[in-house]
């Protein structure tokens, strides 16, 4: 292989190739929702690379995945970037997410009502809260996303689940450039929440999460115009 020719990395074979790929993208991915890879940053392989001790040849498989979901794009003479966030793309996730995310808190509600534990969606919530006290930004914005995330798993519609995948990295990349979603006003909301889906309560929990996500659109607007190109 080429690479291997440089001496730098020793050989694999085709199903280690296929597994760096898959590490390769969740590593580039990761850092991209967490904030750590900025917005318009340049993905350098050579530098990836070198932080997973592999060759370029994984990196490289990893970014056609990256581009087609949206994490990044193909610049002539830049090579690949990280793409920004901009103002259509916060628009469109709030829409898509006010349509699914109150059904998916009615049926973590329904689940509840019929017997589900609602142990991991408390636990996420008793963790946000410590998040708050902490007062990091990143950890209260992935703690906030964390919580979203536990209903979509409470609800057990792994139809909902699959359609929600995406869109759950797109909103702890948004929370972690948004810090002012980790509000105490936030918090209070996912209490009230938590505590309507804890208790099976279908339609409360529908409105309750209908109106969070429409309270969050309106106080993150002034935020997201001064952060993100139209």
């Given at each position: 292989?080429?690479?291997?020719?440089?001496?730098?990395?020793?050989?694999?074979?085709?199903?280690?190739?296929?597994?760096?790929?898959?590490?390769?993208?969740?590593?580039?991915r990761d850092r991209i929702i967490d904030g750590t890879m900025l917005h318009g940053s340049r993905v350098r392989e050579r530098d990836i690379a070198a932080q997973l001790n592999v060759s370029r040849n994984p990196i490289r498989e990893a970014l056609p995945r990256l581009e087609a979901e949206g994490y990044i794009r193909t610049l002539h003479r830049r090579g690949a970037v990280v793409t920004p966030?901009?103002?259509?793309?916060?628009?469109?996730?709030?829409?898509?997410?006010?349509?699914?995310?109150?059904?998916?808190?009615?049926?973590?509600?329904?689940?509840?009502?019929?017997?589900?534990?609602?142990?991991?969606?408390?636990?996420?919530?008793?963790?946000?809260?410590?998040?708050?006290?902490?007062?990091?930004?990143?950890?209260?914005?992935?703690?906030?996303?964390?919580?979203?995330?536990?209903?979509?798993?409470?609800?057990?519609?792994?139809?909902?689940?699959?359609?929600?995948?995406?869109?759950?990295?797109?909103?702890?990349?948004?929370?972690?450039?948004?810090?002012?979603?980790?509000?105490?006003?936030?918090?209070?909301?996912?209490?009230?929440?938590?505590?309507?889906?804890?208790?099976?309560?279908?339609?409360?929990?529908?409105?309750?999460?209908?109106?969070?996500?429409?309270?969050?659109?309106?106080?993150?607007?002034?935020?997201?115009?001064?952060?993100?190109?139209?």
């Open positions: 292989m080429p690479e291997a020719a440089e001496g730098q990395h020793a050989p694999v074979d085709a199903d280690q190739d296929t597994a760096l790929d898959v590490l390769a993208y969740e590593w580039i966030m901009r103002m259509q793309e916060v628009a469109e996730l709030f829409t898509v997410r006010s349509v699914l995310e109150p059904l998916t808190a009615r049926e973590a509600a329904m689940r509840c009502a019929e017997g589900a534990s609602p142990a991991r969606l408390l636990e996420s919530l008793e963790a946000e809260e410590r998040a708050m006290r902490s007062g990091d930004a990143r950890t209260v914005a992935n703690a906030t996303a964390d919580f979203h995330d536990e209903i979509v798993e409470l609800s057990g519609n792994v139809l909902l689940q699959q359609i929600m995948m995406p869109i759950r990295g797109r909103v702890k990349r948004f929370f972690n450039i948004i810090t002012q979603e980790g509000s105490d006003n936030t918090h209070s909301e996912h209490s009230t929440l938590c505590k309507a889906i804890v208790q099976g309560h279908v339609d409360w929990a529908g409105s309750l999460a209908a109106a969070h996500l429409e309270h969050g659109r309106l106080s993150s607007l002034a935020v997201v115009e001064s952060l993100f190109e139209r």
